[in-house]
Structures are given as C-alpha cells and as structure tokens.
C-alpha cells in the first residue's frame, strides 16, 4: 500500500470550467475525508464519508461542489462552474474507523487548483 | 465543531535548540492531535493526546495536555533543519469524527 494518493497534484483552468479531482485512499480505511486549505491557512473540512455514505459536508461547501465515492473506495471530489476563489490546495484523507481506535488522519499530496 | 488556536504564528530558531508551540482551545475535547506539514504537501500525523492524558513522548516530541486550561503544548526537543514546517494542532469534540484545524505555526529552524 503506497498511502493516500491524490490526482492530478496540480490543475491549472479558467474560469467557469468544471474540475475533477480523485482521492484513493488506504485500502483498509472506511473514512474519507476532503479539506481545503489556502496560503497561511489550515486545512479547511469540506465532507467525509464512512464506506460509500457520505456523512457530512460543511456549510461552507457551495452546491458547485460534489463528491461521491460510489464503492466505498476511491472519491472524486468535482468543482463546478469554477471562480477564482476556489484556487487551493484540496486534500484527501482517510482513516480507520472503529472501537476504541482513534481517528487519525493520513493525507495524501494534496491536489493544487489555479483557477485563472 | 471547534478549531484550535495556535501560538506563535511564527518561530525562527538556531539547530538544537527546542521549539515549543501551544494550542488553545474553547470547549472540551476528546482527543487532540498534532500534525506536521511540509512546504506544498499533505499533513503527516505526529501524536494523538486523549483528554485522560497528561504528557505523551514519541522521539524529541513531547506533547502536554492541560484540560482545566484547555491547552496543548508540543515540544520539540534538540530541533534540526529538518524540522522546518508548519505544525497544526487538530481537535476532536463530542460525537463528531471531523479532525478540525488551526491556523498553525510556521517553524524555521536555521542550520
């Protein structure tokens, strides 16, 4: 297992234009997590999911956002009609979820978008 | 959910010498984590501190809690260049199962 990996890792578009990001985590994690995080900021919670439902998503996250992980594998996290203050570094997570385990986080890379 | 409040912003320290950076926070918590981050990547999980512990050791770190201050302190013991990051505290609070951040604290730690 090589960890969480994130693709692409960087996404240059234009305004307007619709991005897709995918996260495969650790194939023995059941969470999985999207964040965004800005220069000088922390990451930021956008959603996460336990296998294949989707638990929880922010209220900062703007119906131009969705993601799915159909399988309760792989995510895809997709940004609609993009505006430049979507330009950030989108990271994916993931996690094992049990008793008495606690929940630590593996990030991946991290997916950086310019919207121009 | 609630996020931490890192403090210094920013530290500048020589090699060996130990960097110490705090974490404050409103409400009770379940467990506090530190993470680290290097320039243009992803966190990397360093300790987890249960809100029933005191102080816990992983190498040159070593991570306090304070649960009547509601606060966190990680030291960073005999610091190398390599230790040059970002360091996020993450709280967990209640039922959620959200990790949620700070704003963190840039180390710099000069050769």
């Known amino acids: 297992d090589t960890g969480v990996s994130q693709d692409p890792r960087h996404k240059i578009t234009k305004r307007g234009q619709n991005v897709t990001f995918r996260c495969d985590p650790i194939?023995?994690?059941?969470?999985l997590y999207w964040y965004r995080q800005t220069l000088g900021q922390g990451p930021e919670f956008l959603t996460y999911f336990q296998n294949e439902a989707q638990l929880e998503k922010s209220r900062l996250l703007s119906d131009r956002f969705s993601a799915e992980r159909p399988k309760g594998s792989f995510s895809t996290l997709e940004i609609q009609r993009t505006e430049q203050g979507d330009s950030a570094m989108y990271l994916c997570?993931?996690?094992?979820?049990?008793?008495?385990?606690?929940?630590?986080?593996?990030f991946g890379a991290g997916s950086r978008l310019t919207v121009l | 959910s609630q996020q931490g409040e890192e403090d210094p912003q920013a530290l500048s320290i020589q090699e060996g010498e130990n960097a110490t950076m705090n974490c404050s926070y409103k409400t009770s918590i379940n467990n506090l984590q530190w993470y680290r981050q290097n320039s243009g990547r992803g966190l990397v999980h360093l300790i987890l501190i249960r809100s029933n512990e005191r102080e816990k050791h992983s190498g040159r770190l070593r991570v306090t809690l304070d649960t009547s201050k509601k606060s966190s302190s990680l030291l960073i013991t005999a610091s190398r260049a390599a230790d040059t990051a970002s360091y996020f505290c993450a709280l967990r609070s209640g039922g959620s199962y959200i990790p949620t951040f700070g704003r963190g604290t840039s180390l710099i730690v000069h050769p």
């Open positions: 997570a993931s996690s094992f979820a049990g008793p008495d385990v606690a929940n630590v986080l593996t």
């Open positions: 194939s023995e994690h059941n969470r």
